[in-house]
T-cell receptor, first 116, second 113 residues
Framework: AQKVTQAQTEISVVEKEDVTLDCVYE???????LFWYKQPPSGELVFLIR??????QNEISGRYSWNFQKSTSSFNFTITASQVVDSAVYFC?????????????FGAGTRLTVKP | NAGVTQTPKFQVLKTGQSMTLQCAQD?????MYWYRQDPGMGLRLIYY???????DKGEVPNGYNVSRLNKREFSLRLESAAPSQTSVYFC????????????FGEGSRLTVL
């Protein structure tokens, strides 16, 4: 079965620092899908990105960027010039299918605190 | 835009009591899910419903039952609550063709004494 490891339980940075959240995954499938979700203090998880295993291009969206490396089974998330509003718990997740509703596995999450 | 609405937000139960968590979505999604979130364990799927009229077990279904009342509503029932069911419960929904984008409610914090 697939597995997602987020080794960093908590990270604390000062505003404007860059921060990288690590995600390491395990899967036996050659086709799979990786995700990042953000859980702000309000509680509901918010989808950030989906990356397909066959697309190794890195993605940038504003201050957010994602580095997908199949060779190390990692899908790391970097926030550039962090802001207080980035404070949240971030979850990495893996699914081996887009059509199996039972399939998504989440990591334990990384709590990011950005101090002013 | 309500999205996914869960009730209640907080609940305290005694061991052995029963309760139902309600969930409703207004996005016309076919698929709905119940997850539990525990410290250090991320989110784990309890039950899901791929479409109206169907329900299936997820990773941790023991001690729970679900009902997909209609396309909008998906309830989670604890028949005889146990302290191990103390958790934060999340309802989510998605399109039938699962893109991976789950839409979550704000969560329901349940404490079983």
């Amino acid at each position: 079965a697939q597995k997602v490891t987020q080794a960093q339980t908590e990270i604390s940075v000062v505003e404007k620092e860059d921060v990288t959240l690590d995600c390491v995954y395990e899967t036996r499938d050659t086709t799979y899908y990786l995700f990042w979700y953000k859980q702000p203090p309000s509680g509901e998880l918010v989808f950030l990105i989906r990356r397909n295993s066959f697309d190794e291009q890195n993605e940038i969206s504003g201050r957010y960027s994602w580095n997908f490396q199949k060779s190390t089974s990692s899908f790391n998330f970097t926030i550039t010039a962090s802001q207080v509003v980035d404070s949240a718990v971030y979850f990495c997740a893996l699914s081996e299918s887009l059509f199996d509703n039972n399939d998504m596995r989440f990591g334990a999450g990384t709590r990011l605190t950005v101090k002013p | 835009n309500a999205g996914v609405t869960q009730t209640p937000k907080f609940q305290v139960l005694k061991t052995g009591q029963s309760m139902t968590l309600q969930c409703a979505q207004d996005m016309n999604h076919n698929s709905m899910y119940w997850y539990r979130q525990d410290p250090g364990m991320g989110l784990r799927l309890i039950y899901y419903s791929a479409s109206e009229g169907t329900t299936d077990k997820g990773e941790v279904p023991n001690g729970y039952n679900v009902s997909r009342l209609n396309k909008r509503e998906f309830s989670l029932r604890l028949e005889s609550a146990a302290p191990s069911q103390t958790s934060v419960y999340f309802c989510a929904s998605s399109e039938l063709e699962f893109s991976g984008e789950l839409f979550f409610g704000e969560g329901s914090r349940l404490t079983v004494l």
